[in-house]
């Protein structure tokens, strides 16, 4: 251009150039712009979460795309900390909403607010409720993963029938364990395990055995069940072996617990849904027995549901389907019983096997140090030491120093992290004023230097995530009941729901 600028009508000099538009678009979307496309030093691989604080680029990410894909992390698990009203969430509702439009299944098992059963809704996927009178789970069907057994047959099917015995044998334990707050006894366990084999080989074809069917081979005796309690032909012995056992079984049905797991199955979980939720939100807070035996219950069945998808792969007979867990609020299961602690310690050492990933959101790690015993806390500890991917929103300093020595944080990390848990401003104009931190996350992986995140959320995903619906005026929440659901199954909308982030980014 001549100093002066391009002489005719229109040119001349001046002052200021306007910077060029910017865009952000998926490698489809902006094909057709190159060769003004750059590309960008941050991750993008995943899940488009938002924009790197400093230079501005975009940043792609989840658990299963870095593992698989990126392989940046060595096993699909995320942890998330951060205090309440930062977006923690939120940010997980987008990988969950991202992720399934890639094929991957979201998991919900056990929504305790809820938080995701608009989504899985929008996205045409399975929203089952759990809790008195809503519906309950029958812990004696084998489920998904005895459908599939019967389908593969031969060994294979064989051997997946002895591990659905196995799940189900630990679920009723489970049951048990929590009516008593003890474990069971070895030799109680033997005597289920010998009953569940009775009651299946005489349970008809078609009809799934329940639990007051368990308590009457109980009663009953069967030489089989006799047979492990060592009774030698004496009444006396075998219903000294079994009368704690009957007092727990019908401590269960008679109990708390007896409305939700003594009857059928009410909605089974479906393997080709494209999203699952299991909403326990109608279970009371104060309600932890009922809390810690439906999410114990819960589990079993989804991740059963996870094993009969994978044989059923393996055996060529469906194709290959990646899932992906959230455990949202993880401090109350923590302390709804102690099994649970052992159940997400499995999952953290195991979810490579199992095919899925998983994300875990809580407050602080000293969520982790009111478990009720120090075997448990050491266990709680471990998730964060374990996790691929470290997340972490507005926390405290101090909460940063202890996290700091965990996944190795620097000075300036610790500083940015701690500024966001600043409260907002008390100039206050009657609009809501938002905290510093939200929607700001510092992502850590093992020695890597952190990547801080700003997040700008969609109308839609606005629509779908909103975690304060009881605060809003009457008039605004009866509009909202009236409105729709977005139908994000349909990959078009999903699309445009990405390309909406640009004008909010």
């Known amino acids: 251009m001549p100093p002066r600028g391009w002489p005719g009508p229109g040119g001349g000099q001046v002052a200021n150039v306007d910077p060029p538009t910017m865009w952000r678009a998926t490698t489809v979307q902006a094909c057709g712009l190159w060769p003004f496309a750059a590309g960008s ?25 870095w593992f698989t894909r990126a392989h940046y992390i060595s096993n699909p698990s995320l942890f998330m900390l951060g205090m309440p009203g930062l977006g923690k969430s939120t940010l997980i509702n987008r990988m969950l909403i991202g992720l399934a439009a890639t094929g991957v299944v979201p998991l919900v098992l056990g929504d305790l607010k809820p938080d995701y059963a608009d989504t899985v809704r929008a996205l045409g996927g399975q929203v089952i409720s759990i809790g008195r009178g809503v519906g309950g789970i029958n812990v004696l069907d084998p489920g998904a993963m005895g459908a599939a057994a019967q389908r593969i047959g031969g060994e294979a099917g064989r051997v997946l029938t002895a591990e659905t015995h196995g799940r189900v044998l630990n679920m009723v334990a489970a049951l048990v364990t929590i009516v ?33 069917d368990l308590l009457r081979v109980i009663t009953e005796g069967p030489d089989r069940v006799r047979a492990v309690t060592l009774d030698r032909g004496d009444e006396t012995r075998y219903r000294n072996a079994v009368d704690p056992l009957h007092r727990s079984l019908l401590g269960i049905l008679d109990g708390p617990l007896g409305d939700t797991f003594a009857s059928e199955t009410s909605t089974r979980i479906n393997l080709d849904a494209p999203a699952v939720c299991v909403d326990i939100s109608r279970i009371g807070e104060a309600d932890t ?48 019983a102690s099994g649970i602690v052992d159940r997400i310690d499995a999952l953290t050492r195991l979810n490579r096997s199992l095919g899925l990933g998983d994300a875990k959101i809580t407050h602080t790690l000293k969520d982790a140090e009111s478990l009720g015993s120090e075997t448990d806390r050491v266990k709680a500890r471990g998730f964060v030491e374990r996790a691929g991917m470290v997340v972490c929103a507005g926390l405290p300093r101090q909460e940063m120093e202890e996290l700091g020595q965990i996944v190795g944080l620097s000075r300036r990390e610790i500083e940015l992290v701690s500024s966001w848990s600043s409260p907002p401003g008390w100039a206050g104009t009657g609009n809501r004023e938002e905290p510093p931190g939200r929607g700001r996350f510092l992502i850590k992986v093992g020695g890597r230097p952190g990547i801080p995140i700003q997040v700008a959320i969609t109308d839609t995903e606005r629509r779908l995530h909103d975690t304060n619906k009881r605060w809003v005026e009457n008039e605004v929440g009866i509009e909202r009941a009236y409105t729709p659901v977005p139908d994000l199954s349909k990959s078009s909308d999903t699309e445009r ?9």
């Not at 366990?189 to 007051?212: D, F, Y």
């Not at 809390?291 to 060529?316: C, E, F, I």
């Not at 729901?497 to 980014?505: K, L, Y």
């Open 289 to 336: 027995q009922l809390t810690a035996a439906a999410m114990l219950a819960t589990w079993s069945d989804g991740l059963g549901t996870v094993a009969a998808s994978h044989a059923l792969a393996d055996a060529g007979l469906r194709p290959r389907r990646w899932f992906f867990t959230v455990l949202d609020e993880l401090w109350r299961p923590l302390r709804a």
């Open 41 to 65: 030093g941050a991750p993008m691989s995943g899940v488009p979460l938002g924009r790197h604080l400093f230079t501005g680029a975009t940043v792609c990410g989840d658990p299963l795309s």
């Open 497 to 505: 729901a990405w390309t909406d982030e640009r004008d909010c980014g």
């Open 180 to 212: 008593r707050d003890r474990p069971v006894d070895d030799h109680e366990q033997s005597v289920l395990s010998a009953a569940l084999h009775h009651l299946r080989e005489r349970t008809p074809s078609g009809r799934q055995p329940l639990l007051p």
